[in-house]
């Protein structure tokens, strides 16, 4: 509260206050002795008019902070400052609970659903949990069988997106194809205590664990052999293709979403169909937001219409992170991974900007026509070749790898290389063998495998 005094008032420091009305002020009867004049911080004699001059401005004694608030009124500071900490810890628990209240509580032992026993927590992620159960037989006994179980988080947004999960896995469970042998079996689903539970075959380390394994047994030479890169690649562009040839979009194609079904095999499996969707939902832009950022195409990042292209980018990206053990394209955001992609490929062409929703977000256009990027980027150009090169290998197997990741990474959605396509590049056909190409016999099963396909794939382009 501000209280104005007038200077008669302030010469009578002898007698008590009293409340005058018509001064236009009033005084607290309990103080004995008016205190001195301050100026109110907000106001000084060139900010008043002439005529309220002769007025001056203070604060009450309890409201002049910081000075009685850090010492005579410093135990009541402290007691509202604790009060404050105090609701904001309350609010910011309240958050936390509610927010673990989605998540199924996980015990070990358990029983779910009276036919798997959950023997270890494998991983957490936006979704939910996923465990490692074992199958139990109709008297409970435990079997020999292990299961991973999906346990969705209790909310409907999640709910109908597993839903939608286990309606594309089912369909490609069921489709009469090879390529599902490179692609994670679904075992069933189940409603319990309010959670929808997908239950999958179990499958051992993913392929960033590969990865990392390389970056501790041999920091000097990360990464893995070319020949295990070629066996690795040539069974995801097989998974591909059977996906282009049911026109799905994986859309979340990353070394986490890749796992081997076993630690003494090179086979591998696609899992994580929580992002998916068929080519003519995406026409309806359901998915504005897919891919994780360093897999994701620059179609998605300018707000291009895309399709089943955007995985291939993202194996592209795979590939060469198998080979280097370091991904390829790295941004802190959507801006950055752009920019880190025009670092190693240059400008994407310009019937790409004409239909990028998100131009502006990247790029500003100069009078002369040019384009300047609109954020401040130290550019560290790159060159794919030599980011492949650097590792010691045989120069002309290189070629034929460097030849399909730059097919791969090709801006144009439309000329990038198609799975079916992939399937006869002589990287998959012949592989890093020392007999020359010319010498080496086909590899029969891409051959039977493309062959199966390619109606398949051209009915669908």
Known sequence: MV???????QNNSIKKPVNNPSSGFTTSNDVQ??????????????????????????????????????????????????????????????????KKALFYPIREGEIVN??????????????????KAQVLDNDLEPTDQMVAIKIIRKSASFFNQGKREVEIIKKINEYPDNGINFIVKFIEQFIYQGHLCIVFELLSHSLLDLVNLTLQTEPLKPGLSLRMVHKLTHQLVCALATLESMQIIHCDLKPENVALTSPNRAHIKLLDFGSSCHVWENTANLYPYIQSRYYRAPEVLLGCPYGMPIDMWSLGCIVVELYTAKPLFVGQDAIEQLYAIID????????????????????????????????KHKRKPRRIEDIINAKPENPEHLAYFLDLVKRMLTYDPDKRIKPYEALRHPFILYGPNTIKPQQQTENPFSREFERKLSPLCKTAN
């Open 114 to 131: 009276s036919r798997y026993k959950m023997v270890e927590f494998l991983g957490k992620g936006s979704f939910g949990q996923v465990v």
């Open 33 to 98: 002795r008016p205190h001195p004049p301050t100026f109110h911080p907000l106001t000084s004699h060139s900010m008043m008019s002439p005529q309220k001059s002769h007025t001056l401005y203070y604060l009450p004694p309890r409201n002049r902070a910081p000075l009685n608030r850090s010492t005579i009124l410093l135990l009541e500071t402290y007691q509202n400052l604790s009060e404050i900490f105090r609701k904001k810890l309350e609010e910011e628990a309240q958050r936390k609970r509610a």
């Open 344 to 375: 190693v490929l240059g400008l994407p062409p310009n019937h790409m900007f004409q239909e990028a929703s998100h131009f502006k977000k990247f790029f500003r256009q100069l009078p002369d026509g040019s384009l300047e990027l609109k954020r």
């Open 3 to 9: 209280t104005q005094v007038s200077h008669d008032e």
